[in-house]
Each structure stands twice: as C-alpha cells, then as structure tokens.
C-alpha cells in the first residue's frame, strides 16, 4: 500500500516571501501521479498542481513550483511571493496510474502567511 | 462549467439513524469518489464509482455504501450511525484520462449526537 508523509503540521511564511512545504511518499510502483490540494477555511478542495511521474521536468503553475525527486520519493511544493489568500491547508496526494482515481493524501500542512 | 454538487452541506443526526449524502459530478466526469475527512484520520478515501460500478473500495465497514446513478451521479449512505461517523465527508470527480485530476466538492459536514 503507498503512504504520503507531511512532516511539517504547520509552517508560516512572511508575506511575499517563499516558503517550502515537505512531502515524501512510499511506493513500489513506477508509474503514478503526485498531486498538491489546498483547503482554505471554505473547505473546498482546490488543485495547486500535479506531476506526472514519468516526466523530469518539475511542474510549475504560476507561484507555485515543485521538486520531484523519484529516487527519493520525495515531492515538495515551493510558493513563491507568497500572498494572504495562499493561507490554507495543503495536502499532497498520491495516485497510482493502474486505472482508478483513488487518491492517499497525507496528514496536510498549515500554512499561515503573515503580513 | 457548473462544478461538483455536494447536498446537503450540514446535516445532523442521532446515533443508529441511517443518512444519504449525494454528489452531482461535473458534466462530463464519469468518475465519482468519496473521501471522509476528521481531525483524528485525515483524509480516508471511502469508494470509487465508475459508469455506475464500484471500482474501488477502502477500508470502511459495511455500513458504508454507495451507488452511482446512469448520469453518474452518485450517493452515499450510512447506516446505523455512530459517533465516530462525524465529519466531512468530500466528493470528487474525474474524466478518468491520464493525468486529469480529481475535483472536489465543497463537501458535506455530518454531526452525529
């Protein structure tokens, strides 16, 4: 079965600063998909951005950019020129790419961006 | 694009009543999955349904179940109601193609008394 570990429960950043969020995984398989959600106060589930894992290439969507590291099964989300409305929980999420859509989340991190 | 429809958003119940949740997925997305979130576990997934079959199922008791519908909306229902069912239970739904991401609903906060 694959796990998701977030080490960091909280973390805080200054307004317009960039901040790091943690998450490794564990997995026999060799082909899957790595996702990060945000869930602000309004509970909504929100995609921030998704790796494939076949592809080098890190993904990047805006301020938000991540460091895929097969080898070390290790998928971190950086935010860049953070901002009050980037306040929320994140969680990084796994999927298997064997053809079902079930996603194992970790346990989340907060994140308060002060002003 | 109307997103994914989750009714009611609060509910509350007594222990041993049973309850239904539904979810309207988004036009197009054949796949619906549900997911119970609590401050103890975390985000847990519940089942997978794909044109109206289960695909998937995690580890909950049977009081659990669920069904999809031909225009793939689907429910979940709870029976015999206990304490520890109280949560936020989440909605998802997918195209089902490659990399395509789940997308949530706003979710369905059930409180047990």
């Known amino acids: 079965a694959q796990t998701v570990t977030q080490s960091q429960p909280e973390m805080s950043v200054q307004e317009a600063e960039t901040v790091t969020l943690s998450c490794t995984y564990d997995?026999?398989?060799?082909?899957?998909?790595l996702f990060w959600y945000k869930q602000p106060p309004s509970r909504q589930m929100i995609l921030v951005i998704r790796?494939?894992?076949?592809?080098?290439q890190n993904a990047t969507e805006n301020r938000f950019s991540v460091n895929f590291q097969k080898a070390a099964k290790s998928f971190s989300l950086k935010i860049s020129d953070s901002q009050l409305g980037d306040a929320a929980m994140y969680f990084c999420a796994y999927r298997s790419a064997t053809g079902n859509e079930k996603l194992t989340f970790g346990t989340g991190t907060r994140l308060t961006i002060i002003p | 694009k109307a997103g994914v429809t989750q009714t009611p958003r609060y509910l509350i119940k007594t222990r041993g009543q049973q309850v239904t949740l539904s979810c309207s997925p988004i036009s197009g997305h054949r796949s619906v999955s549900w997911y119970q979130q609590t401050p103890g576990q975390g985000l847990q997934f519940l089942f997978e349904?794909?044109?109206?079959?289960?695909?998937n199922k995690g580890n909950f008791p049977g009081r659990f179940s669920g069904r999809q519908f031909s225009n793939s909306r689907s429910e979940m229902n709870v029976s015999t109601l206990e304490l520890g069912d109280s949560a936020l239970y989440l909605c998802?739904?997918?195209?089902?193609?490659?990399?395509?991401?789940?997308?949530f609903g706003d979710g369905t906060r059930l409180s047990i008394l």
């Open positions: 998802a739904s997918s195209l089902v193609a490659g990399n395509q991401p789940q997308h």
């Open positions: 997995t026999s398989e060799s082909d899957y998909y």
């Open positions: 790796q494939e894992a076949y592809k080098q």
């Open positions: 349904y794909f044109s109206e079959t289960q695909r």
